[in-house]
């Protein structure tokens, strides 16, 4: 039987968005998955075929984190791997890959002076230049790592409501990312009338205990009893018991919101500043995103905002809560996908946008309810390239996006190398 | 002896699986009448495996890479200006940049281009 190992160094929500590539992966033999020690318990819940080995990548390299990496490389000598699939463009990811012949290594290959990428990471390289035209869900990116990876709507189920009541994410750990507490608060409000006063459960780390307690104080004092605070309350275990079967969840781009996706609890996000739904939006059919779109955005969230996070603004208007009022109506009550797509939904601010998440070929395609998509042709006509480079069909041959003139776009698509040098070079 | 011999350029890439099948083509054109060039490619593929040799960081060595393919490029066309050919028979990875490719297209000059690879690699 093959065995595979799947590297996945980075944090939680990039450990539930490596699903596709570990199930594709599943089908074919025997996965192993590497990462980080803090975030085995939830591996574990996640992905109970999978092997784990636990690796120290973040904190300080002490001793005892040292120790527990050179004890996994010793075992890995001892294992032979079909193929190891490394996710992550980093340093440390790329020293552990030393151990493996270079060519069983995909995605991100140690190199002398650094690390070297595949021709499909070098390629998403290249579209994050542009993000505001970029179509690829990381899900689809890390799962194009293997070779026809499966079905992405057989990767999480469709959203559906479960009867558990109301999540809401207080904060992402990037907090530029995430609604200042008076406008969650709004936010909260109308989704708890919406959905008839059900069960609250306020869900984040240690961190996010204050605003907790913030949020309380701007909710009316009758939803109080129905409240129930588990900010810094949950293992993983106990938070992934607090998600399932939730009615909706409120969040920003957080780990906690692809944990929903997951489960199939339809996530209700809001996505800001350098969040953008295109990259990380929840995976899966029937979940919503309000996505903020000013021309400076997707921004980095490293660099200062230069506008005061303007970008926010729209969130604060009481359009977004007509229109949450409305996706929740019509979560309520099972409107398909088409029927949402028919539907005529409240108009939204300037610089807003309502999207509803689905699928085709290639993997995670939202489409547009409400709002203006000025970038809607070109990144159609990016998608139609990346379809037709995995030889998937994203759409019919001769249609709109196919015409659209390309002049801009086909220098930054395809790179003279690209062509020139035999294909699958690492560089 | 065709009733009008062609000047043909072959342009074959520096290694790989279409090399052989370049010298192939070369060989029947020639064999059929038609004045045929190779763009050596091959010539160049120490001084392009070279730049790894060399322990730059891999951004740096793609760089350099690069800017070597287009040094590539522009040898091809200064033989295509010197022999003037009817047609450019390039092969997969052969040694063309866009900026080559868009000026053989509107001078009239015939080419072609043959890709044998799998684009789904590139």
């Known amino acids: 039987m093959a065995k595979f190992l799947v590297i996945q160094a980075a944090r939680f929500g990039d450990l539930v968005q490596t699903k596709r590539l570990l199930m594709s992966l599943a089908g074919r033999g025997e996965v192993h998955l590497a990462v980080d020690a803090g975030l085995t318990p939830l591996a574990r819940l996640l992905f109970p075929f999978a092997e784990l080995h636990a690796l120290a990548v973040h904190g300080k390299p002490e001793e005892q984190a040292l120790a527990r990496n050179a004890a996994t490389l010793a075992r890995w000598r001892g294992m032979h791997f079909d193929a190891v699939y490394n996710c992550n463009f980093s340093g440390v990811t790329a020293a552990l890959c030393r151990v493996f012949e270079p060519q069983t290594v995909r ?178 059919e029937g979940h919503h995103v309000w996505q903020t779109c000013r021309a400076c955005g997707p921004c980095l969230e490293s660099a200062p905002c230069p506008y005061d996070v303007a970008c926010g603004q729209p969130l604060t208007q009481v359009e977004l809560l007509r229109s949450l009022a409305a996706v929740l109506g019509q979560i309520k009550s099972g409107l398909s996908s088409a029927g949402a797509d028919a539907k005529k939904w409240p108009q939204l601010p300037a610089g807003l946008q309502l999207w509803r998440t689905g699928m085709d070929a290639l993997g995670a395609h939202p489409s547009l309810l409400a709002g203006d998509d000025p970038h809607a042709a070109e990144r159609r006509y990016v998608r139609n390239f990346l379809a037709a480079r995995l030889h998937l069909s994203a759409e019919p041959a001769g249609s709109a996006a196919a015409a659209l003139q390309s002049a801009d776009l086909d220098p930054w698509l395809y790179n003279d190398a690209d062509w020139m040098l035999p294909p699958g070079r690492y560089c | 002896m065709p009733a009008a011999p062609l000047r043909i350029l072959v342009v074959l890439p520096m290694y790989g699986g279409s090399l052989p099948i370049g010298r192939y083509c070369a060989s029947a054109l020639g064999a059929l009448g038609h004045s045929v060039r190779v763009f050596e490619a091959p010539l160049l593929h120490a001084g392009f495996t070279g730049l790894r040799g060399l322990g730059l960081a891999p951004a740096q060595t793609a760089q350099l890479e690069n800017s070597f393919l287009q040094v590539v490029s522009q040898a091809v066309w200064a033989q295509v200006q010197e022999q003037e050919p009817h047609l450019v028979l390039a092969m997969a990875q052969a040694p063309l940049g866009r900026s080559l490719l868009q000026r053989l297209r509107p001078g009239g000059r015939a080419h072609g281009h043959v890709v044998c690879g799998r684009p789904r690699n590139i």
């Open chain 1, 107 to 284: 995605g991100y290959r140690p190199a002398a002076g650094g690390v070297t990428r595949s021709p499909w990471a070098r390629l998403a390289f290249r579209l994050s230049e542009r993000r505001a035209l970029a179509p690829l869900n990381l899900v689809d990116f890390w799962g194009h790592f293997a070779e026809a990876p499966i079905d992405p709507r057989s990767v999480n189920p469709a959203a559906a409501p479960g009867g558990q009541g109301l999540g809401v994410v207080l904060a992402g750990r990037e907090s530029r990312r995430s609604l200042p507490v008076p406008v969650l608060a709004e936010v909260v409000r109308t989704a708890f009338g919406a959905l008839g006063g059900p069960r609250v459960r306020l869900l984040g780390s240690t961190a996010e205990k204050p605003a907790a307690r913030q949020l309380l104080r701007h909710l009316p004092p009758k939803m109080l009893p129905m409240v129930e605070d588990l900010s810094g309350k949950t293992d993983w275990p106990a938070l992934a018991a607090a998600v399932t079967g939730l009615d909706a969840l409120i969040t920003p781009d957080t780990g906690i919101m692809h944990l929903g996706a997951h489960l199939g609890v339809p996530v209700l996000a809001f996505f800001l500043s350098s969040a953008w739904l295109h990259e990380t939006g929840p995976y899966g």
